[in-house]
């Protein structure tokens, strides 16, 4: 039976139809930017390159599946497209591009066991960003800011004292941040940014308008909307934006991890000449810079700017033929997100390890990096799950740097120079505190229509100055 259904499910690249949101905040950066050439006129918020999401769902646009929704694809043949040994509900990831031409609403997503618990949905929605362009000074609120209340959060939030609350992050292009579901967030204007995230639309936000319009919410509403969201607010994230693990694989060929964890990864590649990608499970590959050619035995075919294909895992691996930048998307197939059934002798090769709600693999300069083959997050050594998120700090430096060690012995025992970012990321958890925070070159006052930039409040203020981190103001 399953042999059967292997051979309708074509051994190529799929393409996907791309829903849009005209959200309030939106521009055509997507487009004008970032080269996609196949979208509608008019403002484009986000372009949802790969969605099994209620409603707002991908379908196959072209080959001999042309027409059927991607859900049909997950339960008509979920091993050969996710993995062996998986069998989901939905697929399990989304993937977005996200013009953030003024500023995103003030919002949060909940996590699994609050969407379960208030949503009625089976999921939540942990998502990271990776920024593809951000404007001089560019910044964005994540998390809140340590002693806050759920009160003094109300009030703050009902006031639009975004800033009293929450933490303002410097924002750079080529970062990514991974916020946990519960975190409050948003970001912009002037930032293009590439999102994975849980396959969930659960959203509250706390604004006086709608960001579909820019229409009001009237004050009795937003009251509501904003009770709703302190229910499901998780005080706890402060994640912060990191560059990712950066690994030469070869010869013009360099690979970074830009985020991993339980729910998702995702990596960006660059390509000089040609590079061998593995495939172990479904995989949204995003191109994000010059037209590349995408190789699968005999077939070639092309992948424009800012246009995505879906990889099924029974492709085993494509050749990029580049030069090309490229961010390929994958799910663990490990995990049991969305009542995923996958055994563990089929997944046998698989570890994800999670530090403290942000991951990396520091594997990955082991066997399945070597020479001329750009390997995938998720295929790197033996079966481990996902360990407790919840242990204490000091032992998770301890595995960081463990393995950072092990990574990097092997590595010089073939010869290879490999460089030391495994190490740098655990001297980044010592210098990190609970209450760091970088200050802004500048001010994002309002939200929506109204929003205006103005120069940061502690210029030439001495005893403002002086309270910022003593790494900041260069003492």
């Known amino acids: 039976m399953t042999a059967r259904r292997s051979s309708l499910l074509p051994s190529l690249p799929l393409h996907l139809s791309t829903p849009i949101a005209r959200h309030v905040f939106g521009g055509r950066a997507v487009v004008d930017r970032l080269g996609r050439d196949d979208l509608p006129g008019g403002r484009i918020a986000e372009a949802w390159e790969v969605s099994d999401v209620d409603g707002t769902a991908s379908v196959v646009v072209d080959g001999p599946l042309a027409g059927r929704p991607l859900r049909e694809l997950v339960t008509t043949w979920p091993e050969e497209l996710l993995g062996p040994g998986c069998h989901d509900a939905v697929f399990p990831f989304l993937t977005k591009l996200i013009d953030a031409a003024g500023t995103l609403p003030v919002h949060l997503h909940a996590d699994d066991a609050t969407a379960q618990r208030l949503e009625g949905t089976p999921t939540g929605k942990t998502e990271a960003w990776h920024v593809l362009e951000a404007a001089p000074g560019a910044t964005a609120l994540c998390g809140t800011r340590p002693g806050v209340d759920a009160d003094r959060l109300r009030e703050a939030l009902l006031a639009g004292e975004f800033d009293a609350v929450l933490r303002r992050l410097p924002v750079r292009a080529g970062e990514t941040i991974y916020v946990p579901g519960g975190t409050l967030h948003s970001f912009g204007p002037d930032t293009l940014v590439h999102e994975i995230e849980q396959t969930s639309d659960v959203v509250q936000h706390a604004m006086p308008w709608h960001m579909e319009d820019g229409s009001p919410v009237p004050p009795d509403e937003q009251r509501a909307n904003i009770e709703t969201l302190l229910a499901e607010w998780d005080p706890a994230p402060r994640p912060e934006f990191r560059p990712g693990l950066a690994i030469d694989v070869d010869d013009g060929v360099s690979r970074v991890v830009l985020t991993a964890g339980p729910y998702f990864a995702l990596d960006r590649w660059r390509v000089a000449r040609r590079a061998t990608i593995d495939v172990a499970a479904a995989t949204v590959l995003t191109n994000v810079g010059a037209p590349l050619r995408l190789r699968v035995g005999d077939h070639v075919e092309g992948l424009g700017r800012g246009r995505s294909v879906l990889l099924p895992a029974a492709l085993g691996s494509v050749t990029v033929e580049g ?80 393995d950072a060690r092990e ?69």
């Open 407 to 475: 990574g990097l012995e092997r590595g010089r025992d073939r010869g290879r120079a490999v460089p030391d970012h495994g190490v740098d990321a655990g001297r980044e958890l010592d210098r990190r505190g609970p209450d760091r925070r970088l200050e802004p070159r500048r001010e994002v006052r309002g939200h929506g229509p109204h929003q205006r930039v103005e120069p940061r409040g502690d210029v030439g203020d001495p005893a403002r100055a002086a309270s910022r981190p003593a790494a900041l103001t260069g003492s």
């Open 323 to 402: 030069p090309a930048t490229c961010s390929p998307a994958t799910a663990p197939t490990s995990s049991a997100t969305y009542g995923r059934r996958c055994s563990p002798r089929a997944t046998g090769r698989r570890r994800w390890r999670v530090w403290s709600r942000e991951a990396v693999d520091p594997d990955a300069t082991g066997p399945s990096a070597a020479p001329g083959r750009c390997s995938s997050v998720r295929s790197v050594g033996r079966h481990e799950p996902p360990p407790d998120t919840g242990r204490g700090l000091d032992a998770r430096r301890a595995d960081l740097r463990r």
